[in-house]
């Protein structure tokens, strides 16, 4: 568990731009299960590709598409265990992977950028495929 003077503007970096934060399993539940739409769910990490690609990929896909996700949501692996838990139960048969970034459609997993196709690729990159994926599905 890292402690939360840590994680906090790590927290801050996409709940600053609209994400709810998910933090029990009850909250992960009412948002993939109840909500229709578009959901787009990051599961948040400290490390440095989530730092220099996923999340500010994931803010300039958000920014830039025409069409976006109903919802935008993030649960913080490594600090919020159990709703990082429960979200990955969402997101099978991938295994657990942060970070990562998932669209729901009506409850549905629709898409999934799993870490290994986070590391090596820029923010632009992640910002691109994210557009692409925004079209298709939202």
Avoid at 85 to 102: D, F, G, H, K, V
Wanted: include cysteine.
């Amino acid at each position: 568990m890292y402690p939360e003077h840590l994680v906090a503007p790590m927290r801050t970096d996409l709940t600053g731009v609209g994400f709810e934060e998910l933090r029990n399993p009850e909250e992960v539940e009412n948002l993939l299960e109840k909500e229709e739409g578009t959901t787009l769910l990051v599961i948040n990490s400290v490390c440095g590709c989530a730092a220099g690609a996923a999340r500010p990929g994931v803010k300039k896909a958000v920014a830039l598409s025409a069409k976006k996700p109903d919802n935008l949501a993030t649960v913080f692996a490594g600090v919020d265990k159990e709703a990082t838990a429960r979200a990955r139960e969402y997101t099978l048969p991938y295994p657990p992977s942060s970070p990562s970034i998932a669209l729901f459609k009506d409850g549905e997993l629709v898409h999934f950028i799993e870490r290994h196709h986070i590391e090596g690729r820029n923010a632009e990159m992640i910002a691109q495929h994210l557009v692409q994926v925004f079209e298709e599905y939202c």
